[in-house]
DNA sequence: GTCTATACTTCGATAGAC
DNA sequence: GTCTATCGAAGTATAGAC
């Protein structure tokens, strides 16, 4: 498949960033489908042939806004360690990504049918993944918790799992067992209290 | 707004089966984006004039093949507690549910945009919620442990958020911290071992 | 970098004959 | 219950002028 001549915006253009946050916008407030050249044009106030111009296909537009949300997103992640109380930032930080995470829905719905976001998607959620086990491998030492008896690979899982669906299902106005689960997982950071004082610095 | 008038065909009708059936699988397997009356109809074999003969619009089909999946699992939900070791059968059927949930993802996806869909959505999520808290209950007593300890409505929900994310991410082939996690859960489950004789039958 | 013009496809939905 | 015929709207994408 021969590369395509056709002219291409600036990745540094004004409008190209305006297009990507009207695409972003009109995914989360109405859904992947009403992601149109001509919608995500209307609400963004320019021409639906810009879109074409500056991002070639629809495919290279979800692809683009997804990259930014991804980028953004392991990069916040990789501050978490440097927290006060690690278990907690990294519990908060699941809430809030998750949620941003309506959007997430979006992109596992569209990745069903569209390759190149599978593909994306599943290469993000690896990295994101292996990352969060570190932190908590790392947290849990710290807390000279037993990683046999609490692997870090399963409670990384488990805090994804819980927080995304809590996510999900809050989005849509369904909130049952929710303050149970929330309270309980409070109260237990709670009881874990603070790491003791840093006593494992070798790596 | 008044009802139109339009004609409808029976509940009851061979064909009304057969574009249920190709709706189901074509949204299982393009999406729902690709569940256009034309997309169906190809694929039962059929005029797509008759998706509207049947449903009438593409949400009352949409709704259709949502409620038929949602009866069959609250049914099966409610045999749960008929069997031998119920927690195990419990976990089984969330993963097995789930996995069907690659379907339910695409439903969150459309409720995202679709008011009937959502309230449909919604109420069955709350009802599962509801029964599988209460099986949770019953389970949890049998075992003779402390509900303050392990609140069923918590317990509920991280099975449910545990077993949905990983049918999620693994129909994407996304499978990091899986077997970890799946083997924590079975080992645990096992050390539970059978619920002691039925010592709780009163209610 | 943005515009007009254009080509072609697919969509949801309806009317009315058979 | 199924068909043909038809509508208007919206979609992706491209070519080429300004």
């Known amino acids: 498949m021969m590369a395509s001549t056709r002219r291409i915006g600036s990745p540094d253009a004004k409008n190209r960033t305006v297009l990507l946050d009207a695409a972003e916008q009109l995914m989360l407030e109405e859904g992947y489908a009403a992601v149109s050249s001509r ?29 930014r949300r991804a980028e953004e997103g392991l990069k916040r992640q990789a501050t978490i360690l440097a927290a006060e109380n690690p278990l907690r930032a990294l519990w908060a930080f ?11 829905m979006e992109f596992v719905a569209l990745a069903n049918h569209r390759k190149v976001i599978r ?39 488990v805090m994804a799992g819980v927080s995304r669906t809590m996510a999900l299902e809050g989005a849509l106005g369904m909130t049952t067992a929710h303050e149970e689960t929330l309270s309980f997982v409070r109260e237990h950071l709670a009881r874990l209290g603070d790491p003791p004082a840093e006593t494992v610095v070798d790596e």
């Open 39 to 67: 919608n995500v044009a209307r609400k963004a106030g320019l021409k639906y042939q810009l879109v074409y111009y500056y991002f070639r296909t629809m495919d290279d537009l979800f692809l683009a806004v997804f990259q």
């Open 119 to 157: 593909e994306a998607l599943v290469d993000y959620s690896r990295r994101f993944r292996e990352a969060e086990i570190d932190i908590v491998r790392t947290v849990l030492r710290r807390y000279r918790i037993d990683p046999e008896v609490w692997p870090p690979e399963v409670v990384a899982f």
């Open 94 to 104: 699941d809430l809030e990504a998750a949620s941003s995470g309506a959007l997430t």
